[in-house]
């Protein structure tokens, strides 16, 4: 048995407590137990997890091999403090962040698990951000797993300027992911350009009540083409509604009381309309229900009734076409939560009876098919506890534990984020968390990359088909494979704008992958709405997008290596339809009537036919318009008569 050693960081001659009070003179430290007697130091301007710290404490650490590292403030024989830790690889003069934790201890202590390279100096920092009191840390080392054969490579680039992000997301509609980067007072958002650059904005907003210092998410509420944000914050929910073309924001906060983690935008009640959703900390989970009349009307109930809420998550988990809700939980109940939703929008806990409600300590999963079966497997990624929970989907509404036969045991690390992508575009979803990448080999088993960078906002940052991870200050850039791609940008219709919800299918020789769309994913961060698919060598693929509406769009041999915009219900018709494109229709979705442009339409006899080819209407367009009040909600084509012949288009009716 190891027994540590204590060593006090206090005022003593030579100034060891002054030493570690900036980040250029931090105390190199081993193995061991420390003592610090209080935060008094200088603060970074770096900050990995929000907040607003104002002083902190520095060390580093360096070893001569590659090793784990552990560091945690919850010690044996010691009282527990509300602490924050923060470790960042670089320079002073450029910190980029390597690792950090907040409360993923007991006792709202802090617990980091990272891996360290040979020779590289690691800077640590704890802030004051919850106590400036003192408090005992202790740092010892375990194993790194061997790295896999082929890393998947990321380069660093610094994105001098933008603070905090927290969502890569596309703001303007052009198919293009775009860094965002809120704070109390506005939002700054880098627009990216079709060259991989960036142009910056600062939009002023008023003053948020609840700023997102826990997480953020992203989606259009009020289906005005324009994306808004909803913010958590440790006292409520805050919402910045973007005007039509996303130039300006209304700041609206709910005066409730809510101990807001994890954030999500998603259709509750299957309405057409995007509904909000907030885990509570401290009490049960919150609802913001949208009538789509632009109000939000706050719920509590119905999604879990207990305290410790961290990391909730929206998938078709039994593939019945409704989105289901699970909840990662930590703290004062920890018995995670699996809700699958009735018709209506009435959810139902049921993890008590798959195996997924022990005490297990999870700030948030990564859900996703990892074996290519057709429905969703999850990675339930530990943040304090000695334990992951790697869980098949076996296809009939049960799970089966396959935790240590898949490669994901405790000893790849801690985190409190968990999310999953494809990585190296194979056609296997890989797990970002704990200390790096969890490669998918594609036979049911993961290797570890510690090479990778921490988790992020993650999306296409420079625009070459390949996911990249937003870190403070710095793009990680992937270097890329080889393989092709496809990304799919849902447009809805009668579902909401977004397509959040959707059930995507995309089928390469004989392979099919799927991905539900999301807003919120992982703990904190906000990553892109559209869905990414890893093609290998395949140079075409079948898409079906099945929308939260039932209307089920086909897709045939789409080109490998671009964007595919989808609109919801304009892919197949029954009707010979001439996509001509001077003829256009709007708005979409349209309530009593549609205007008709681009082309001499004006007095011209128009045909309405349905999306299976009945005529439901005749009539003339008269100062551009045609009346479609009679019609009821769905997809139409509208056929208008020319003397060149007839041009025909879909467009919806809401």
Known sequence: MRIPILITLAAVPGGLLHAQNTCPTALPILEGVYEVTVIDGQVSTTNCMGGTPTLAEWYTFTSPVDTGVIITTEVNGYPLVDTRIQVFSGTCDALVCHASDDDGGAGLSSLVQFYAAANVTYI?????RWSSNGF????????????PVDLIQFTSVPIP????????????????????????????????????????????TETADHPASWSMCVGDLDKNGANDLMYGAGNGVTFMLANEDGTAFTERSFSEYVFCQRTNMVDLNNDGHLDAFSCHDVDANVA???????????????????????????????NDGLVDLFVAKCGCDPKDLLMPNS??????????????????QSWSSAWGDYDNDGDMDVMIGSS????HKFMRNNGD?????????AGVNANNGQSIEWTTHDFNNDGWLDILGGAGLLVNNGDGTFTMDVTAPSNGPVGDMDNDGYLDVLMNGSIQINQGTGNNWLRIHPVGSLSNGNGIGARIVVTTDGLDQIRDVKSGDGFKFMSSLMAHFGLAQAATANVEVHWPSGIVDHILDV????????????STTAVDEVALPDLIVHPIPAADRITVGGADTNNRAARIFSSTGALVHSGTIRANTIGIEELSRGVYILEVTTPDGPLRTRFVKD
């Open 124 to 128: 640590i920092d704890f802030d004051n």
């Open 397 to 405: 509404g049960t799970f089966t534990n396959i935790t240590n036969e």
């Open 384 to 387: 304090s506890s000695s334990v």
């Open 161 to 204: 300027g933008m603070g905090y992000n927290m969502a890569a997301v596309d703001m303007n509609n052009d198919q293009l992911d775009d860094m965002v980067a809120p704070s109390a007072s506005s939002v700054r958002i880098g627009y990216q350009q079709m060259d991989g650059t960036y142009s910056f904005v600062t939009i002023a």
């Open 559 to 570: 080109a490998a290596n671009q964007v595919l915009v989808v609109y919801e219900g304009f």
């Open 288 to 318: 913001f229900i949208n009538n789509g009349i632009d109000d939000l009307t706050f719920v509590q109930g119905g999604y879990g009734e207990t305290c410790g809420n961290y990391g909730s998550v929206f998938t078709d988990y039994n």
């Open 343 to 360: 018709l209506g929008g009435i959810f139902t806990d049921v993890a008590p009876d798959l195996g997924l409600d022990d005490t297990h």
């Open 136 to 147: 005992h840390f202790e740092l010892s080392l375990f194993p790194p797993p061997p790295p």
